[in-house]
């Protein structure tokens, strides 16, 4: 029994190559807890963020700036009242959020955070990737059509008709991305995503920068699908409340709605983890060939530590500015609590083992997590795009666009 | 990697296949029976991956799962009408149907038990590693002309969908 | 039991045969009819694919573009009951019985 589970850490891959079943059940259990915590950190982020964006300050009354607020909200869906329409199918119903969520969380056993973490490696997880993404249009197609409503009828005709659509779009920016793996010695690209990483790893230039502007644009053409097929601003015209009174899930109530929600941000970390390993290099730290050596990687090996001290410091900055009256002691402590615990994670990063294990998923993290804010500011800043437009954009933009960059790529690889 | 239950799995899958493809012929409601036809899609994708073929798998669900039962759900939304379901749904000749499709399977299992010497009890090495390269090189080497070909199928059923949609030509 | 070979699957691929074609000979609904034809085209590249385990690649290429087919023929055969539909508000394949309206 010990030996099964040792036997795994001395091995070099993944859990799923390893065929170490219960290595796997751990790191999906890690993932499900990582991303709870990133949904709901994502729903503090984006209050606060818009809120700033729009000169305002956004939660602050819940807890210290608002912290606890994810937690309030959770709880209020919780304790909501499950309302199906009268004439609504049950089974269908029930089964839609199902199976947006479960599509949603599929994804992540083939995101590689590291080498060898990833649950694991399917030499055709890019095609795994895509095709749960595809399978997530199922769940809203039946969650318009089961609530037996016209509005969410039409939300979901809309949202299904705009994520297929894009889906083509990228398609084609994946495979121009793909085409990119295969310039090395051997000639044979590779459909695995830690393979990508590794190829980039070997041709020793981030995707995104190769061929210049060919990956620029393939990455932006994947960075616009991607925010249309999550249904997110400037993109969001099915569940944008004063078009369709929230699409497709408007008759879903309480904790229902919740799993919608949990989708849409799990299925945006997800798009945006397919987004960092292919073009943004996965969790290689940035300039590994140009800043390389010994001083350089312990610079770089100490940038995770540095940056939970700072979250620190600005957490011991808003205790010090919070106001000085008695009701706001408790708050004034919870933040103090909050900064304490950021600054204490701060020096564990800093301590050498778990220092060089820690490296990967940091980078992958930070990555994904600016790709994240990226979402919140599209979100704070474009105007909607109306329906047709938007098709517009998907078919006679995208597409051709998509086929150029794949044609022109093909030429620049074999030609250089 | 060893595969791992084999049999516990193919049974599974295989049930779960033809389980689900009774649910879409005896459903009342088209929707159900397109859901139906989902979950059958699916079985059929892990009954492809047991056969070690992982690139027909990942087409299987993006193409058929995702795709062709995405426009049949949009169809269905768009011709269902309620008293489609109250009626009568199967046909006046529905036991003559089945006496014929069972005999024609009977036909089907006794040829496949008494050929079972036929089939070579080998299975080709095909390393899961390289199959979509090797799909690929096939596919672009010796089944050029049907690629193109398919290419320009695809084309002529774009076109005959749009036209066929359309309200005025 | 004995160990998963090809006949197993072949016999797989027979159930969804028949269950296709008793879709096809039965139902009065077109689209439950456009559904039991994808059956039987499942059905097939079952069949393809597990023989192409023993005798080679040419199989899952033939699924591949099987796959293909099924689609076009999907998206043009919708069409023509949207069409159909437009016009006689039916769905049901024994009022389909004009050659022209």
């Known amino acids: 029994m010990l030996d099964y589970i040792t036997s795994y850490l001395k091995s070099d891959t993944t859990p799923g190559q390893a065929g170490n079943l219960l290595w796997a059940l751990v790191y999906i259990m890690l993932i499900f807890l990582g991303l709870s915590v990133a949904v709901i950190a994502m729903n503090w982020l984006e209050r606060k963020i818009l809120a700033h964006m729009q000169v305002r300050l956004g939660p602050m009354r819940v807890g210290p700036h608002g912290l606890l607020q994810p937690i309030a909200d959770a709880l209020k869906l919780l304790i909501k009242e499950d309302i199906m329409p009268a004439e609504a199918d049950p089974v269908v119903f029930w089964m839609a959020p199902i199976i947006v969520v479960i599509t949603a969380f599929t994804v992540f056993i083939v995101v590689p955070f590291g080498p060898t973490h990833a649950v694991t490696d399917m030499n055709i997880g890019v095609l795994f990737m895509l095709g749960v993404s595809s399978l997530s249009v199922l769940g809203i197609v039946m969650a318009g059509w089961a609530s037996n409503s016209h509005y969410p009828l039409m939300g979901a005709l809309r949202s299904s008709a705009q994520m297929v659509s894009y889906e083509i779009a990228m398609g084609l920016a994946v495979v121009s991305a793909v085409l990119m793996t295969s310039l090395n010695k051997t000639g044979t690209g590779t459909l695995s995503m830690i393979g990508i990483v590794q190829a980039q790893q070997e041709q020793q230039v981030w995707f995104v920068f190769k061929f210049f502007p060919l990956g620029l644009i393939a990455f932006g053409i994947f960075a616009i699908a991607m925010v249309a097929e999550t249904n997110r601003a400037p993109f969001d015209l099915p569940e944008a409340e004063s078009e369709l009174t929230a699409g497709f899930h408007t008759e879903y109530s309480g904790f229902r709605w919740s799993l919608f929600f949990l989708a849409e941000y799990s299925a945006m970390i997800a798009v945006s983890s397919i987004a960092v390993t292919l073009w943004l290099g996965g969790w290689m730290r940035p300039f590994p060939t140009w800043l390389s050596g010994e001083t350089w990687d312990l610079v770089f090996s100490l940038i995770p530590g540095l940056t939970f001290i700072l979250l620190a410091a600005i957490a011991f900055l808003g205790v010090i500015r919070m106001p000085k009256h008695q009701y706001f002691r408790v708050q004034t402590a919870g933040l103090a609590g909050f900064g304490a615990v950021l600054g204490l994670i701060g020096l564990i990063l800093f301590v050498p083992p778990v220092r060089d294990r820690i490296q990967d998923i940091f980078w992958f993290s930070a990555k994904v997590a600016l790709s994240m804010y990226m979402y919140i500011w599209y979100r704070g800043t474009f105007p909607r795009y109306r329906f047709d437009q938007l098709m517009k954009v998907g078919w006679k933009v995208l597409l051709p666009l998509g086929i150029g960059v794949l044609i022109l790529t093909a030429v620049a690889g074999v030609w250089f | ?169 | 039991m004995a160990p998963i070979g090809t006949v197993h699957y072949l016999i797989v691929a027979a159930a969804l045969f028949v269950l296709g074609v008793i879709g096809v000979l039965t139902r009065r609904n077109v689209v439950i009819v456009l559904m039991s034809i994808e059956l039987i085209l499942n059905a097939v590249n079952l069949n393809l694919v597990a023989f192409s385990r023993i005798w080679g690649l040419h199989g899952q290429v033939f699924a591949i573009f099987v796959i293909t087919d099924a689609a076009a023929e999907a998206a043009v055969g919708l069409g023509i009951l949207i069409a159909f539909f437009r016009n006689k508000e039916t769905v049901n394949v024994d009022e389909i019985d004009l050659l022209k309206w």
């Not at chain 2, 095909?126 to 690629?147: C, D, K, R």
């Open chain 2, 1 to 169: 990697m060893a595969p791992v239950a084999t049999t516990f799995f193919f049974y599974f899958l295989s049930a779960l296949t033809v389980l689900t493809g009774v649910l879409v012929i005896t459903r009342k409601n088209p929707v159900h029976s397109a859901l139906a036809l989902i979950m059958t899609l699916l079985g059929q994708a892990g009954l492809y991956l047991m056969l070690y073929a992982p690139f027909v798998a990942g087409v299987q669900v993006i193409l058929y799962a995702g795709g062709i039962m995405v426009l049949f759900l949009f169809v269905i939304m768009l011709v269902n009408i309620e008293r489609s379901q109250k009626e009568e749904q199967f046909n006046q000749q529905w036991i003559v149907g089945i006496v014929a499709a069972l005999a024609l399977g009977g036909v089907f299992v006794w040829v496949f038990a008494r050929s079972t010497a036929l089939f070579p009890n080998r299975a080709i090495s095909m390393p899961e590693q390289s199959n979509t390269q090797q799909v690929a090189v096939m596919l672009y080497g010796n089944y050029m002309f049907a690629f193109e070909i398919a290419s320009l199928l695809l084309l002529v059923a774009i076109i005959g969908a749009v036209v066929m949609a359309k309200k005025r030509i």
